[in-house]
């Protein structure tokens, strides 16, 4: 079960743990609570794999550049 957990880490998982970390750690040497809930945070998303819900970080395309990726796939 845990070789199976570990084994669906990726970078930008593996990055927001590390930051997390690294903010609540900064967090414990400094009287700064907002560091300690960023760190926090970012550590829950790492470990239960969330973020960006539904795709809300997606930058929506226009409807140009949706016109021009057609065409090219059309011109393959």
Known sequence: M???WLKQWN????LRLGIGIAA????S???APLLWVIGAVLVVQ???N??????A???PQSKQQTK???KHEESL
């Open 50 to 55: 969330i973020g960006c819900m539904g795709g």
């Open 11 to 14: 970078g930008m998982r593996l």
């Open 68 to 70: 021009q990726v057609n």
């Open 46 to 48: 790492a470990v239960m």
């Open 57 to 59: 970080c997606a930058v």
């Open 24 to 27: 609540i750690v900064q967090g």
């Open 2 to 4: 845990i070789k199976l």
């Open 29 to 31: 040497s400094s009287p």
